[in-house]
């Protein structure tokens, strides 16, 4: 997108340049300033698409992430009703591993929710650290069952 922007003002630029070689100084001046007015207007223009893109790639990673994190939820519930069947001699270790599987859960989820494009600004920094932690939590609810 920045890429977009930076070739779209330099071909505005490079017309600026080849036009004001064959026109008067005032028409050249006056050119110059019509020129760059556009390229501001396409500058900020393409920033607000930009912004807005990012803003919807969060709200759309974090409808997905929520409903992994709900499918945990249901994993944990159904682990729960396993270890009630369990031998009693294991049912300490199980409540345990379920215990810290469903606070790694809710870490993930308070974790989501406190994200904030505006206030952070880091969004591809957070969601490659939030999809590894994501991906060990999954792991670790695959080793469950």
Do not use: P
Request: proline letters at 0%; glycine letters at 2%; a positive charge.
């Amino acid at each position: 997108m920045k890429e977009t922007i930076l070739s779209t003002v330099m071909i505005v630029s490079m017309a600026l340049i080849m036009l004001t070689g064959c026109t008067s100084s005032s028409k050249k001046v006056k050119f110059a300033k019509e020129n760059v007015a556009y390229a501001k207007e396409n500058v900020v223009d393409a920033n607000q698409k930009l912004n807005q893109a990012v803003l919807d790639s969060v709200q759309d990673y974090k409808k997905h992430t929520e409903e992994k994190l709900l499918d945990n939820e249901k994993s944990l519930a159904l682990y729960k009703g396993k270890i009630a069947s369990e031998k009693i001699e294991n049912r300490a270790k199980f409540q345990k591993e379920w215990a810290a599987l469903a606070k790694r859960n809710e870490q993930m989820k308070q974790k989501l929710e406190n994200y904030s494009e505006e206030k952070d600004g880091k969004w591809e920094t957070f969601k490659k650290k939030f999809d590894y932690d994501m991906d060990e939590l999954g792991k670790s609810f695959k080793e469950l069952k």
